[in-house]
């Protein structure tokens, strides 16, 4: 079955979009302006409950390499060409996990989504006044991306420091961070036509001053 994209869009006329790079902010954002605005918070991998359990080898096979891995030290040590296309290719099939999710808790209410649903599929079930981009240089998003509290985070880096040649395996897993968060994947994103902002400034807290800029273009206030 087919479900048409002008049906998509109408279905999910409440929910707002936040997508982009590595430390762009979008995570931060999307919890104040869930906050703020008594909207639905949907964080990073929110879909991942329903995902793991339904997704199948044959339709969602990045999906469920997940549900094969011997160990999480194979996660880390897979090349970053492997790296980069699992990444991109676990967000195009989780898209429709995300919709799906998204149609059944919007109807009533504004929700607000941290997501890594391509931005061509965003043009297709959205409009401008309901997505958002945010972007951080390369250098900000792979030099900084284990500069961060947040578990899933912080375990990755545990599991890259007990393996042997550590730095070796760091340096790998860096070198796929730099390819997911490429200059031609940051062009994608900037030329995309959606609204952008840009984060090049880590030493001043602009988390105020974003949320008001991404609320304003969304309509919130």
């Not at 062009?187 to 991404?214: L, M």
Request: proline letters at 2%.
């Amino acid at each position: 079955m087919k479900i048409e994209n002008n049906i998509l869009k109408h279905y999910l006329k409440h929910v707002y979009f936040i997508t982009g790079t590595a430390y762009a902010g979008k995570s931060t954002t999307v919890k104040m302006l869930a906050d703020r605005y008594d909207m639905i918070f949907c964080g990073e991998n929110y879909h991942s409950k329903v995902s793991d359990m339904v997704a199948t080898d044959d339709a969602q096979p990045d999906i469920c390499y997940m549900k094969h891995l011997n160990d999480w030290k194979e996660f880390v040590t897979r090349t970053p060409e492997e790296y980069e296309r699992w990444m991109y290719s676990v967000g195009r099939e989780a898209a429709e996990f995300e919709v799906a999710e998204l149609i059944s808790i919007s109807q009533n209410r504004k929700v607000i989504v941290d997501t890594n649903i391509p931005v061509d599929i965003l043009k297709e079930i959205s409009d401008y006044d309901h997505v958002a981009v945010m972007l951080s240089p390369q250098s900000m998003s792979v030099e900084r991306f284990f500069d961060r509290s947040d578990p899933e985070k912080q375990f990755l880096l545990h599991v890259i420091e007990s393996c042997e040649n550590s730095d070796a395996v760091m340096e790998n897993y860096r070198q796929g961070l730099s390819r997911i968060n490429s200059q031609e994947h940051y062009d994608e994103y900037a030329n995309s036509g959606f609204f952008t902002v840009v984060r090049q400034n880590v030493e001043k807290d602009t988390r105020e001053e974003v949320c008001e800029i991404i609320a304003r273009h969304f309509g919130l206030i």
